[in-house]
């Protein structure tokens, strides 16, 4: 059973916009979205953005006052907006549960310098 389905990756120029969704089926409440996270190849996976219950966010320092991200919770969907993209932000790009259980299956971001 799928629970988290990522979309809106792709290809984009350097300083370029693109915005991320994660879809999460009607078994696992948006609120028990942590948020996201990033894997370039060879490195490990590091949050990139979270989420509380409350609302409040927190961000990696090299994304801060770049990215945003939210949550429709009509839509059971956790956006990233990510702004003034550089090439260091290529990765693939996965969203996840609160207690880090669940993952979807990623969205490739490719930035180009």
């Known amino acids: 059973q799928v629970l988290l389905v990522e979309s809106g990756g792709g290809l984009v120029q350097a300083g370029g916009s693109l915005r991320l969704s994660c879809a999460a089926s009607?078994?696992?409440?948006?609120?028990?979205?942590k948020g996201w996270y990033r894997q370039a190849p060879g490195k490990e996976r590091d949050l990139v953005a979270e989420?509380?219950?409350?609302?409040?966010?927190n961000y990696a320092d090299d994304v801060k006052g770049r990215f945003t991200i939210s949550r429709d919770n009509a839509k059971n969907t956790v956006y990233l907006q990510m702004n003034s993209l550089e090439p260091e932000d290529t990765a693939v790009y996965y969203c996840?549960?609160?207690?880090?259980?669940?993952w979807g299956q990623g969205t490739q971001v490719t930035v180009s310098s």
């Open positions: 989420i509380a219950r409350d609302g409040s966010t």
């Open positions: 009607r078994s696992i409440s948006v609120i028990n979205v």
């Open positions: 996840t549960s609160r207690d880090l259980y669940y």
